[in-house]
């Protein structure tokens, strides 16, 4: 289906006219879940406000001058997801995707020198037959390192497709809530605590007013230049 009805979009979304126009650009399928991903479409028209058509906005992205994580996308329906960088070149901006305090979807926006840098959460890593490890990151982005030191749920800084530092997933590590009732929040990390074969790994995370148990798929390792 190329279209959801703007009644009833996914609850991240902030929607303008809700009631004025019937249908919304569904991403497109790609390495983000439904609930975790928007659209070019809908960044432009509402919350950039930079166009009020479909139509506006492939204009926009037809000049070239909006990339999505260092590549230029010309797609109405192309997924931004969150923590993506988008860098409209002729306003000169960037921004990162990111929750609110009311859990839709935002532009926060990021200094130049922080948008050079692709922060990636480690979802999986598999040792292939030439002995390299592949890592895969939650963007559908893979890497393939010599080193064995990188584990699923640490995060990493890319710079032109190389690691530029290793964000472990250990206690005292800064991370961001990517779901569950705390998504958005930033804190520490604490604590992990194992549990059964059919439950999920819980974490303790301090926001800095509360503590705060979560399932562990839901925490994202941060760097120190990530704002919101």
């Given at each position: 289906?190329?279209?959801?009805k703007r009644l009833r979009?996914?609850?991240?979304?902030?929607?303008?006219?809700?009631?004025?126009?019937?249908?919304?650009?569904?991403?497109?399928?790609?390495?983000?879940?439904?609930?975790?991903?928007?659209?070019?479409?809908?960044?432009?028209?509402?919350?950039?406000?930079?166009?009020?058509?479909?139509?506006?906005?492939?204009?926009?992205?037809?000049?070239?001058?909006?990339?999505?994580?260092?590549?230029?996308?010309?797609?109405?329906?192309?997924?931004?997801?969150?923590?993506?960088?988008?860098?409209?070149?002729?306003?000169?901006?960037?921004?990162?995707?990111?929750?609110?305090?009311?859990?839709?979807?935002?532009?926060?926006?990021?200094?130049?020198?922080?948008?050079?840098?692709?922060?990636?959460?480690?979802?999986?890593?598999?040792?292939?037959?030439?002995?390299?490890?592949?890592?895969?990151?939650?963007?559908?982005?893979?890497?393939?390192?010599?080193?064995?030191?990188?584990?699923?749920?640490?995060?990493?800084?890319?710079?032109?497709?190389?690691?530029?530092?290793?964000?472990?997933?250990?206690?005292?590590?800064?991370?961001?809530?990517?779901?569950g009732k705390s998504k958005?929040?930033?804190?520490?990390?604490?604590?992990?605590?194992?549990?059964?074969?059919?439950?999920?790994?819980?974490?303790?995370?301090?926001?800095?007013?509360?503590?705060?148990?979560?399932?562990?798929?839901?925490?994202?390792?941060?760097?120190?230049?990530?704002?919101?």
């Open positions: 289906m190329a279209h959801l979009p996914p609850k991240t979304w902030q929607i303008q006219q809700r009631k004025e126009r019937t249908f919304i650009a569904r991403p497109l399928p790609g390495p983000h879940k439904l609930r975790e991903a928007t659209t070019l479409n809908y960044v432009l028209i509402d919350l950039l406000q930079y166009a009020k058509t479909a139509r506006e906005a492939q204009f926009i992205l037809n000049s070239g001058k909006v990339v999505v994580n260092s590549k230029v996308r010309k797609t109405l329906r192309f997924p931004v997801g969150v923590v993506d960088i988008v860098s409209i070149l002729e306003e000169n901006k960037v921004y990162r995707l990111v929750y609110d305090k009311f859990n839709k979807f935002s532009l926060a926006p990021v200094n130049h020198k922080e948008a050079a840098f692709l922060l990636c959460k480690i979802v999986n890593k598999t040792v292939l037959n030439s002995k390299k490890i592949q890592l895969n990151f939650h963007n559908g982005r893979n890497l393939l390192v010599d080193s064995n030191a990188y584990k699923v749920s640490d995060s990493v800084l890319l710079n032109a497709n190389k690691i530029e530092k290793h964000l472990k997933f250990e206690p005292g590590a800064r991370v961001y809530l990517t779901a958005g929040k930033i804190g520490t990390l604490e604590k992990t605590e194992k549990s059964s074969e059919l439950s999920p790994e819980l974490v303790t995370v301090n926001s800095g007013t509360e503590n705060i148990v979560t399932i562990k798929d839901y925490v994202f390792v941060i760097n120190k230049e990530f704002t919101l």
